[in-house]
C-alpha cells in the first residue's frame, strides 16, 4: 500500500465521510469528543501554584484584595532579602576582640606566635 496522503486530503476524506454517519451516531461521536476535550483541558499543578493561581497572584483576577495581597507578597520578599543580606553582612565581620585583649595581657599560647 504505497499511497501517500497529504493531510488535507485525509480531512477531506473525513469529512466526506462524515457526512455519510446517521445522526445518532455523530452525536454519540460529538459528545464523547466534548468529553474528551474538556478531560483534556485539567490541568495538575502543584499546590503551592494552584493556590496563587486561585488567588490571582499569577495572573488572573483583578481586585483590590488580590493587589493588597501581591503588595505583601513583594513586602515580605523584600524584608526576606533585607534581612538575609543583613545577616550576611553581620555574619562576615570578624570580632577580634578577644585576641587583641589576649595580646594586651599577654596571655596568648605560645602556638599563637609560632607559624
Do not use: C
Not at 3 to 15: A, E, G, H, N
Amino acid at each position: 500500500m504505497g499511497i501517500k496522503l497529504k493531510i488535507s486530503d485525509v480531512s477531506s476524506l473525513l469529512t466526506q465521510s462524515a457526512t455519510q454517519i446517521d445522526a445518532t451516531t455523530r452525536d454519540k461521536l460529538h459528545a464523547a469528543r466534548r468529553n474528551a476535550l474538556q478531560f483534556q483541558q485539567v490541568q495538575h499543578r502543584a499546590p503551592v501554584v494552584a493556590w496563587l493561581h486561585e488567588h490571582g497572584v499569577l495572573g488572573g483576577h483583578d481586585s483590590h484584595a488580590h493587589s493588597a495581597l501581591n503588595f505583601g507578597l513583594a513586602a515580605l520578599l523584600a524584608l526576606t532579602i533585607a534581612g538575609g543580606w543583613g545577616y550576611w553582612q553581620h555574619s562576615s565581620t570578624t570580632d577580634y576582640s578577644e585576641v587583641d585583649l589576649a595580646i594586651l595581657t599577654d596571655e596568648l599560647p605560645l602556638h599563637m606566635y609560632v607559624d
